[in-house]
T-cell receptor, first 116, second 110 residues
Framework: EAGVVQSPRYKIIEKKQPVAFWCNPI?????LYWYLQNLGQGPELLIR????????DSQLPKDRFSAERLKGVDSTLKIQPAELGDSAVYLC??????????????FGPGTRLTVL | GEDVEQSLFLSVREGDSSVINCTYT??????LYWYKQEPGAGLQLLTY?????DMKQDQRLTVLLNKKDKHLSLRIADTQTGDSAIYFC??????????FGTGTKLQVIP
């Protein structure tokens, strides 16, 4: 069975340009997460979806970041406009449901964003 | 808010035991986790422990929890070169988000 799929794996853009990341979770997983991982740091949650609903977006910088999960399956994360400080790895994860605790999260390989 | 701290780096010889340590601040943490991240890959859950336990063993992995000191450790017996990776400690309360530590890079010397 395929794991969490993310694309692209790498993206290099100039500052002020828009960028979008795509995530396809494991089939049947209701909960989807987007994390930001800076170099030498652990992942930090940006947004969590339960099906189509964003149930925790408190850490998402809403002035430039947006996310959607229209049909409760795939999700996109967008940055517009990108800033130098946005250079990081963006991880997507999914889980069966419940969102936390013993609900195991499965991670994708991430998209490494470089903003020049 | 919650904080999870780990040492940055650990180097061991192949065949020795590795012990990776973690401290956390949230005394209400219900679940404590260990994740492994290999280069260019996402995180993989290795094991987790409930806060009402003090030890969990799974093959070469032993997790010890000292709830009083808010200290968690991961022991890897007979460490192999394939164990070289970054190991993240993480914690969560029931119904709350998972907070990750900064990660410990384990280097296994052949």
């Amino acid at each position: 069975e395929a794991g969490v799929v993310q694309s692209p794996r790498y993206k290099i853009i100039e500052k002020k340009q828009p960028v979008a990341f795509w995530c396809n979770p494991i089939s049947g997983h209701n909960t989807l997460y987007w994390y930001l991982q800076n170099l030498g740091q652990g992942p930090e949650l940006l947004i969590r979806y339960e099906n189509e609903e964003a149930v925790d977006d408190s850490q998402l910088p809403k002035d430039r970041f947006s996310a959607e999960r229209l049909k409760g399956v795939d999700s996109t994360l967008k940055i517009q406009p990108a800033e130098l400080g946005d250079s990081a790895v963006y991880l997507c994860a999914s889980s069966l449901g419940g969102g936390t605790g013993d609900d195991e999260q499965f991670f994708g390989p991430g998209t490494r964003l470089t903003v020049l | 808010g919650e904080d999870v701290e780990q040492s940055l780096f650990l180097s061991v010889r192949e065949g020795d035991s590795s012990v990776i340590n973690c401290t956390y601040t949230d005394s209400s943490s219900t679940y404590l986790y260990w994740y492994k991240q290999e280069p260019g890959a996402g995180l993989q859950l290795l094991t987790y422990i409930f806060s009402n336990m003090d030890m969990k063993q799974d093959q070469r992995l032993t997790v010890l929890l000292n709830k009083k000191d808010k200290h968690l450790s991961l022991r890897i017996a007979d460490t192999q070169t394939g164990d070289s990776a970054i190991y993240f400690c993480a914690e969560a309360r029931r119904g709350q988000k998972v907070t990750f530590g900064t990660g410990t890079k384990l280097q296994v010397i052949p």
